[in-house]
């Protein structure tokens, strides 16, 4: 009976918010935080994933596009992140591979892929290229596999990165030694004197497989390695981390 009773008012609760009209249930989404709470909301009803990916919450990456008149849909990344604002998430379309390289991240935003897991949405890097993504402030990256041949598959200038959920792959060839899944310059905090502020930089990884390479993270600047935790499986190995001020250190991949 209890039971019953529960059920029946999360319903009710349910068809009251369902009387508010879309203007209204979009600005109650746009307070959402992008994963995981807004991209749950898509998978509530065909309604709520209409206003949950609509252009004004969203920028989207869909390589099929052929209009380019649609607001807020791109069919590369590097053109969506050249049109995103600060503080705006971009849905990266799930489905093939997208092609990157050298793309500068100079503001906040947030990088997602639309898939069910990381491995339906796969960025590729080039042997040109020294890395994928380059970020010079504070980001996130979540539901992504990131993929290079040589090099890393992302550079860290500065700012807090956030690595949730990923697969960072360095493909085997003669030249592993020289590749990396994570590459941080940046130093632990830099002063900004107009405000009188500090900015912390570092880098956050929370259950991401990082596959291939030399080491898991390369530090040149003046941040390392903190709490590390590594879960093995049978085939990967899920890494939790920061990389932030303090002793110089690596993380060393085995040899599979």
């Given at each position: 009976?209890?039971?019953h009773?529960k059920k ?8 009251l918010i369902n ?7 979009m ?15 898509a ?10 990916c609509?252009p004004?919450?969203w920028?989207r990456?869909?390589?099929s ?6 607001p807020?849909?791109y069919?590369?990344i ?6 995103a604002?600060?503080g705006?998430?971009?849905l990266i379309a799930?489905?093939g591979s997208h ?6 991240i100079e503001?906040p ?5 639309a898939?069910?897991?990381p491995d339906?949405?796969t960025?590729?890097?080039s042997r040109s290229?020294?890395?994928a993504?380059e ?7 979540a539901?992504l596999t990131?993929?290079?041949e040589l090099?890393?598959c992302l550079?860290?200038?500065?700012g807090?990165?956030t ?7 360095c493909?085997s060839n003669?030249?592993d030694?020289?590749s990396?899944a994570?590459?941080?310059?940046a130093?632990?905090a830099e002063?900004v ?10 880098v956050?990884v ?5 596959e291939g390479?030399?080491?898991a ?5 003046t941040?390392?390695?903190?709490r590390?935790?590594?879960i093995y499986t049978r ?14 250190a690596s993380?060393e991949?085995?040899?599979?």
């Amino acid at each position: 009976m209890e039971q019953h009773k529960k059920k029946w008012r999360l319903s009710t609760d349910f068809s009251l918010i369902n009387n508010l009209d879309d203007g209204c249930l979009m600005h109650i989404f746009s307070f959402l935080h992008p994963i995981p709470d807004r991209y749950n909301t898509a998978l509530v009803c065909h309604r709520w994933r209409f206003l949950a990916c609509h252009p004004r919450l969203w920028l989207r990456v869909d390589r099929s596009v052929k209009d380019l008149s649609q607001p807020g849909v791109y069919p590369n990344i590097e053109m969506a992140v050249s049109a995103a604002r600060p503080g705006d998430s971009i849905l990266i379309a799930a489905g093939g591979s997208h092609r990157v390289s050298n793309i500068q991240i100079e503001k906040p935003l947030c990088l997602i892929g639309a898939g069910e897991s990381p491995d339906d949405t796969t960025l590729i890097c080039s042997r040109s290229s020294d890395s994928a993504l380059e970020f010079m402030s504070t980001c996130k990256l979540a539901n992504l596999t990131v993929r290079t041949e040589l090099g890393c598959c992302l550079l860290h200038r500065s700012g807090k990165l956030t690595i949730d959920g990923c697969i960072l792959q360095c493909e085997s060839n003669p030249l592993d030694h020289l590749s990396y899944a994570i590459i941080s310059t940046a130093g632990a905090a830099e002063v900004v004197s107009s405000a009188l502020k500090t900015c912390n930089n570092g880098v956050s990884v929370v259950r991401t497989r990082i596959e291939g390479g030399a080491k898991a993270v390369l530090t040149s600047g003046t941040l390392s390695l903190q709490r590390v935790r590594v879960i093995y499986t049978r085939t990967s190995l899920f890494f939790w981390f920061e990389v932030e001020d303090g002793e110089p250190a690596s993380v060393e991949l085995p040899i599979s």
